[in-house]
């Protein structure tokens, strides 16, 4: 039924080849002026991550946070003249200059006017941070032997030089109440991960040689072209330091945009040398100008399909075009096989007739295989299936029913090319010993392929260039911060509710991976509740008695390091002031209060207020732990990114409904899992599609069969070669691995239809032909910079290779020996 | 009538804007000449690769009953090396560096060392004294505003600019020149709550040779 349609259709072409024709002109004219309409996306990442909850609330959460979307410039000294004055007045010119608009938020250190300013609100609060633990803590110390030993450490501390300005803290605090407060900020300060010293309010390094600029940018991470405009800025700006300063620009843009970079000149090196390559092949081999055509099928489709995707779906990744015309591209070797079909005949009609069935189901398969990726939790796979698919479709029908009424005749070409097709048509090119090399390799091959692994690490297939990786390696040497910690992230509309389930995973944490591992908010500020229970506490603990008591022996024991009698009164008042008069007035967190306004934050801004003398926002200690979303709250958490950690915190996280993780293991872990996940599924989906394609093709088990034999040897060579070569499977090797089966497949159906021996349509120089052509493609890929293209290279040329090896060589014998049919000569 | 009112009114309005401006004026040159000053008694003082003196260190704090004065020795290494020994009233030592505080004392006779990593506040006070004892005066223009007191010999007192968290402690820092110029006689840091320090130099001598055991903090009791 399928012969009968299709042969009725192709005649219709042949005969209204004008009206056919023309209509394809008009509808390439249209295509091309639609292009103009069409939207693209440059964001590949909202593409290439699966529908996953872990996966989208990470990602989700990189893109609210202040931590991902940061640009940091690190400057350094080389000229060793240069002191750090000139480091830091340089930092505060390029500061300065960076366009506003793109850098809205530049700091170059903590302002120590700002500092100050919240450790005084600290203090002014200390009743409310101190927990029963430690009020208990100082009642221990309200004793003869302390109040003594502490007395003595004041008195040899005030004489020492660096106890020149400390004796009115000495006199407002002789317990050391501060210092409780102040090991609790210095546990925050301490948990960045970088090693940072703050000089003049300014980020330096230890060796005094480096200082620190970080800019908060608008251009999100995955912005291809806003990331570009970014760089050139910040390059600009950068261009303006002196000699002696070099700078080291550190931000996941420069990966962004250094990726797009090396694809876009390895596809410029490839598509240069395979269309030089090609068209020698053409010129010299089938040397029929008409050939062109071939060529030009695909990107007629490509064309079509652009639009019609555009219209079903919307705007259009640059990623899925770029892909998915690469996968339209296996299409020249239909219009080829067509190609040689017609070549020379007189009447090419009974010709390209015999070719229509292989070739239809030779498409048909590889369109199986995309429908499966329509499976896939993956939004861009979706997308490639469906621009594919429009391309496969649309390119088929133009090489079997326009194509061939095109092509020139050719009765006076090249005789060589036509008895090249002849001789290889009539030749015997399988034989047992090639049957036996072929199960043995097929066999050893197996035996390794079950060991290939997925590839987890997506740095792994990172082209980003040397000079940012070299950037980057400098960058850690001097500042650290190699290792990312994970965050476990409280989110609620209630700032108070926030902060009292931060609080109560505090508590956990602690006990769970220990205090010095688990760095919180909570820790110095908790909710409203615990903070007024801690207050009303502290009123109940410093009784008249108590006072008494220790004013007592501040006296007795001051009067041997010769202290005043008054000596201590600032502390007593402010006790008094702690508890007297003043009721809880529930002092909003620095970050959120300023001392203007009561409000709490405004979006995407945590604690942003500026410098009074630069004007410049200043980075907080609090900014790593709170932010303000767009309705929410975030309290952020941090701990070393260990599976046993993150095991222990995930326990407790799963307790508290508002809550989640954010750790760079799980994500990794959880992107490979649901990738392999559907993978699995798509494999299934494209196996049983394309066995029952196949079986449809010729209605005949053993053929059936046999022409699966290439694909089959395809997915043995390439996972067997590729473990014994160290090699994993990847996202982007992943789809040209099916492109390759696609293509063996299609090969195992034409040689399989040939073993019949009805008709010669030159099939063997046809497949050698696109062998070729594909195995150029894809070779010179293997020497692309970019790793992800490599891999895909070394994917199809071992793929490609090994479907070519098993139809060429494996189909005529076995279709001889067991489907009783072989090429009659 | 009305005229000549009127031209007496512009007449000593212009008079006064010319005063303003006269003095204005003189106060930017005192400034500038003040700084050039500073500029050329920082070289001068800064002219040295080690020091060593004697000082008598005077503290008038409110915590004490009485007075307190120390007496002891300074030893300086320049880049970034200061050894500070007093024997009364007790005995201890400390030696500085960019990086820690090495220290004992007499009562407790046990050796300590503090990084100064992690504790801004020691090494903000000590950052502060090396720049004194150095003489790299110009680099504290940006945190204080200077003013000259006396001609000869030089007595230059520092007040904490606006925004400088030294200005939430520190009313005002004095410090007199030696005759020569060549170093400091004496420096008195005044503090807000009214305590302050005096620190007199004595028997200074240039770039004499230091020996090892003079940045040795423990001493043999």
């Known amino acids: 039924m399928f012969d009968k349609y299709a042969y009725l259709l192709y005649d219709y072409a042949a005969k209204n080849k004008r009206l056919v024709q023309s209509v394809l002109l008009l509808l390439i004219i249209i295509s091309l002026a639609c292009l103009f309409f069409v939207k693209y996306e440059s964001n590949m990442m909202e593409h290439m991550l699966p529908k996953n909850k872990v996966i989208s609330r990470s990602m989700e959460f990189?893109?609210?946070s202040n931590i991902a979307g940061k640009v940091i410039v690190s400057l350094e000294l080389t000229a060793p003249e240069k002191n750090e004055n000139d480091l830091l007045?340089?930092?505060?010119?390029?500061?300065?200059?960076?366009?506003?608009?793109?850098?809205?938020?530049?700091?170059?250190?903590?302002?120590?006017?700002?500092?100050?300013?919240?450790?005084?609100?600290?203090?002014k609060n200390l009743p409310e941070m101190i927990s029963e633990k430690e009020l208990s803590q100082i009642d221990s110390w309200i004793n003869q032997d302390y109040i003594s030993q502490k007395l003595h450490g004041a008195y040899l501390q005030l004489l020492k030089p660096q106890g020149i300005l400390l004796g009115s803290i000495l006199r407002s605090d002789p317990l050391g109440l501060r210092l409780l407060v102040l090991e609790k900020l210095k546990s925050l300060s301490s948990s960045t991960g970088y090693d940072v010293e703050i000089k003049d309010g300014h980020f330096v390094s230890r060796d005094r040689r480096h200082a620190m600029l970080i800019a908060k940018t608008v251009i999100p991470i995955t912005d291809t072209e806003g990331g570009k405009r970014m760089i050139a800025s910040l390059k600009k700006s950068l261009k303006t330091l002196p000699g002696y300063i070099r700078a080291d620009i550190i931000c996941g843009h420069a990966h962004t945009v250094s990726n797009e970079k090396l694809i876009k000149r390895d596809i410029t090196f490839i598509s240069i040398v395979a269309a030089v390559v090609l068209i020698l092949l053409y010129v010299f081999v089938i040397r029929d100008f008409s050939a062109v055509l071939?060529?030009?099928?695909?990107?007629?489709?490509?064309?079509?399909?652009?639009?019609?995707?555009?219209?079903?779906?919307?705007?259009?990744?640059?990623?899925?075009?770029?892909?998915?015309?690469?996968?339209?591209?296996?299409?020249?070797?239909?219009g080829t096989h067509v190609y040689f079909a017609a070549r020379g005949k007189d009447d090419p009609a009974p010709f390209v007739k015999h070719v229509i069935k292989p070739v239809s189901f030779g498409a048909f398969t590889t369109i199986a295989i995309f429908i499966a990726f329509f499976f896939s939790g993956i939004k861009g796979y979706n997308q490639l299936a469906v621009f594919t698919i429009i391309s496969i479709i649309l390119s088929t029908i133009i090489s079997i029913f326009v194509l061939p009424h095109i092509i020139m005749k050719t009765g006076n070409g090249s005789s060589f090319t036509d008895r090249t097709a002849e001789r290889l048509e009539n030749r015997n090119l399988s034989s047992g010993l090639i049957i036996l090399l072929w199960l043995f390799l097929t066999l050893v091959l197996a035996y390794f392929s079950v060991y290939v692994g997925f590839e987890k690490d997506i740095k792994k297939i990172d082209g980003t260039e040397k000079d940012i990786i070299q950037a980057e390696e400098r960058f850690q040497k001097t500042w650290g911060g190699e290792k990312t910690p994970a965050v476990l992230v409280v989110n609620s509309k209630d700032y108070e509710d926030a902060l009292e389930i931060n609080e109560k995973i505090y508590k956990e944490g602690v006990q769970a991976i220990g205090a010095e591992h688990f760095t919180s908010m909570a820790s110095l500020w908790q909710s409203k509740k615990t903070r007024k229970e801690n207050f009303e506490r502290w009123k109940n603990f410093w009784t008249e008695e108590r006072k008494q008591k220790l004013r007592k022996l501040l006296l007795q024991e001051g009067k041997k390091y010769n202290f005043s009698k008054k000596a201590f009164d600032p502390f007593f008042i402010s006790l008094k002031e702690y508890s007297g008069n003043d009721p809880f007035n529930n002092t909003p967190l620095p970050p959120l209060d300023r001392g203007e306004t009561h409000h709490p934050l405004k979006k995407g801004d945590v604690g942003g207020f500026s410098d009074e003398i630069t004007g410049r926002p200043d980075i907080n200690l609090f900014e790593r732990f709170i932010q303000k979303t767009n309705d929410d709250y975030m309290l952020m958490s941090f701990f070393p990114d260990t599976k046993e950690y993150v095991d222990s915190m995930n326990k407790i996280s799963s307790r508290y409904p508002d809550?989640?993780?954010?750790?760079?293991?799980?994500?990794?872990?959880?992107?490979?899992?649901?990738?392999?996940?559907?993978?699995?599924?798509m494999t299934w989906i494209a196996a049983i599609s394309v066995i029952a394609l196949t079986y449809l093709c010729f209605f005949n088990f053993r053929e059936t069969l046999i022409a699966l034999v290439p694909p089959l040897t395809s997915i043995v060579w390439l996972f067997g070669l590729m473990s014994l070569f160290g090699l994993s499977i990847n996202a982007a090797n992943m789809i040209a691995g099916v492109l390759a089966i696609g293509l063996a497949s299609d090969y195992g159906i034409f040689m399989t239809y040939r073993s019949r021996g009805e008709m010669k349509t030159g099939t063997v120089l046809a497949i050698i032909l696109c062998t070729v052509t594909t195995l150029i493609g894809a070779g010179v890929l293997i020497f692309a910079k970019h790793p992800a293209l490599s891999s895909v290279g070394i994917t199809?040329?071992?793929?490609?290779?090994?479907?070519?090896?098993?139809s060429v060589f494996v189909v005529p014998k076995l279709a001889a020996l067991f489907a009783g049919r072989t090429n009659k000569e | 009538m009305r005229i000549k009112k009127i031209f007496t009114i512009y007449l000593l309005f212009s008079c006064f804007l010319f005063l303003v401006s006269v003095v204005s004026l003189t106060e930017a040159n005192e400034a500038s000449d003040v700084h050039d000053m500073l500029r050329g008694l920082g070289e001068k003082v800064s002219n040295f690769k080690s020091l060593k003196t004697n000082f008598v260190q005077e503290k008038n704090l409110a915590i004490f009953k009485n007075k307190i004065i120390l007496r002891g020795r300074i030893y300086l290494q320049k880049p970034n090396k200061i050894a500070w020994h007093v024997d009364e009233p007790v005995k201890y030592s400390v030696l500085i560096t960019d990086k820690s505080i090495r220290q004992w004392d007499e009562d407790t006779n046990q050796v300590q060392e503090i990084a100064l990593s992690g504790n801004p506040v020691f090494q903000n006070v000590l950052n502060q004294l090396a720049v004194w004892f150095s003489g790299d005066y110009v680099s504290l223009l940006k945190d204080y505003d200077v003013r000259l007191l006396w001609k000869s010999p030089l007595v230059f007192e520092f007040i904490p600019k606006k925004g400088n968290v030294a200005g939430k402690i520190i009313k005002s820092i004095t410090i007199s020149v030696r005759d020569d110029e060549r170093y400091l006689k004496q420096i008195k840091i005044l503090e807000i709550s009214g305590d302050s320090t005096t620190i007199i130099f004595k028997d200074t001598i240039f770039n004499a040779p230091i020996d090892n055991l003079d940045f040795e903090v423990k001493r043999r009791v």
């Open chain 1, 62 to 64: 990189f893109r609210n």
């Open chain 1, 89 to 123: 007045r340089e930092i505060d010119l390029l500061a300065d200059s960076l366009d506003k608009s793109l850098f809205p938020q530049v700091t170059v250190g903590i302002s120590e006017a700002a500092f100050a300013k919240d450790i005084d609100v600290m203090f």
């Open chain 1, 294 to 334: 071939i060529f030009l099928t695909p990107v007629a489709a490509i064309l079509f399909s652009i639009n019609l995707s555009y219209f079903f779906l919307g705007n259009l990744s640059y990623w899925v075009i770029g892909l998915g015309s690469t996968v339209a591209g296996i299409t020249i070797d239909y």
């Open chain 1, 659 to 681: 809550t989640y993780m954010v750790s760079a293991a799980v994500l990794s872990n959880t992107l490979s899992e649901v990738v392999s996940k559907d993978l699995k599924l």
């Open chain 1, 796 to 806: 199809m040329v071992i793929g490609v290779s090994a479907g070519f090896f098993s």
